[in-house]
């Protein structure tokens, strides 16, 4: 199956969900002041004659063999992630989640205050949003949220997960 959209398809999550998944983007190539018709004098798909159609089942073919030859062939990403994680949440929270080091324990009021103060176009982040926002981001990273209150105090961590193929 194939899903084409403009925004990130959110899945149920896990490695179930990130075996079946494969997210690419593409370039914006057209617009509204360069279209098909400049490169190719025409449509794409409409106007077409025998030769035109030809041509296409034949790259289509030509694609179906590469993949049963290649199986799938992963496109590197280029702001995939990012614009994932930026969707997800929020693009200040994207900014914010660049300086959060990982397997440290923070003080979640003091990263909420850190947060709130520093991106002050945005309307202030609830506590409860800036978890959901961090369990957001550690999924996307692979990463392991924890968190603990004591005496007032809450803090959190976001673990590195640790592979379990390698025996770790």
Not at 32 to 60: A, L, V
């Amino acid at each position: 199956m194939v899903v084409t959209s403009n925004f990130y398809v959110k899945g149920p999550g896990g490695s179930s969900d990130r075996d079946r998944r494969n997210e690419f983007e593409l370039d914006n190539y057209y617009s509204d002041s360069h279209k098909p018709i400049d490169d190719f004098g025409k449509e794409f798909f409409s106007g077409w004659n025998d030769k035109d159609w030809n041509q296409y089942d034949t790259i289509m073919i030509d694609c179906i063999q590469l993949y049963l030859k290649e199986g799938l062939i992963v496109a590197d990403s280029i702001n995939l992630e990012a614009n994932n994680l930026k969707q997800a949440t929020s693009a200040e929270f994207y900014e914010y989640s660049k300086g959060i080091a990982p397997n440290k324990w923070l003080d979640k009021r003091e990263e909420l205050d850190i947060f709130n103060s520093s991106y002050t176009d945005c309307p202030d982040v609830s506590s409860n949003l800036f978890t959901r926002w961090l369990k957001e981001y550690a999924s996307q990273k692979d990463l392991e949220y924890q968190d603990k209150s004591s005496g007032g105090n809450y803090s959190f961590i976001l673990k590195t997960v640790k592979d379990e193929e390698d025996g770790e």
